[in-house]
């Protein structure tokens, strides 16, 4: 299976800072990567998909970029409600999917 | 608007069994391939089973291989997944997800809110 490693496992950041989390894959993957984010007792939700390509409603702070192995996820300038933990997953070997670990971004 | 509604969790004996069931909402279920993705306690993102959107191709994740399985009936717009010889280390919420393809980018754009199966003597 493809491993997904996420780094940092946890970040502080103050509103307005900018912030950026990486994902590496085990292999190439080209852009079959996705990022999600997830609050505390609520469902995963979906920010970008194809590394880079953000889902409809989601704010414009967020950005995706990466291809092959390395990913990163940015957010411009971290809002009140951004801090939450944030995924990554692998499509690449679909329907054989796998998540990242998972980084938690708090309130410094 | 897109809702899926899981239901079926609960507590259960280590050996035991239970069913969860997805019912879908607002959409043509049949068109779209379905996944369970489950979050133990305090833990991160597992994929668990998948399905494609006419009932074939199940894939499994190896730790639930040969104990859960994944079924739809399209009829009545429902995900389903059979689990048996249930273990502590099952213990989890447990979501189903659609899956979407756009651009041949796979991706999972709708969850449930998530239902919960706890193991335990």
């Known amino acids: 299976d493809i491993q997904m490693t996420q780094s940092p496992s946890s970040l502080a950041a103050s509103v307005g800072d900018r912030i950026t989390i990486s994902c590496r894959a085990s292999?190439?993957?080209?852009?079959?990567l996705n990022w999600y984010q997830q609050k505390p007792g609520k469902s995963p939700r979906l920010l970008i998909y194809g590394a880079s390509i953000l889902q409809s409603g989601v704010s414009s702070r967020f950005s995706g970029s990466g291809s092959g192995t390395e990913f990163t996820l940015s957010i411009s300038s971290v809002q009140p409600e951004d801090f939450a933990t944030y995924y990554c997953q692998q499509t690449y070997s679909t329907p054989r999917i796998t998540f990242g670990q998972g980084t938690r971004l708090e309130i410094k | 608007q897109v809702q899926l509604v899981e239901s079926g969790g609960g507590v259960v004996q280590p050996g035991g069994s239970l069913r969860l069931s997805c019912a879908a909402f607002?959409?043509?279920?049949?068109?779209?391939?379905m996944h369970w993705v489950r979050q133990a306690p305090g833990k991160g993102l597992e994929w668990v089973a998948s399905l494609y959107y006419d009932g074939s191709n199940e894939h499994y994740a190896d730790s639930v291989k040969g104990r859960f399985t994944i079924s739809r009936d399209n009829s009545k717009n429902t995900l389903y997944l059979q689990m048996n010889s249930l273990r502590a280390e099952d213990t989890a919420v447990y979501y189903c997800?659609?899956?979407?393809?756009?651009?041949?980018?796979?991706?999972?754009?709708?969850w449930g809110q998530g239902t919960l199966v706890a193991v335990s003597s």
């Open positions: 607002g959409f043509a279920f049949s068109n779209y391939g």
């Open positions: 292999q190439s993957i080209s852009d079959y």
């Open positions: 997800a659609r899956e979407v393809t756009d651009q041949w980018l796979e991706h999972l754009d709708y």
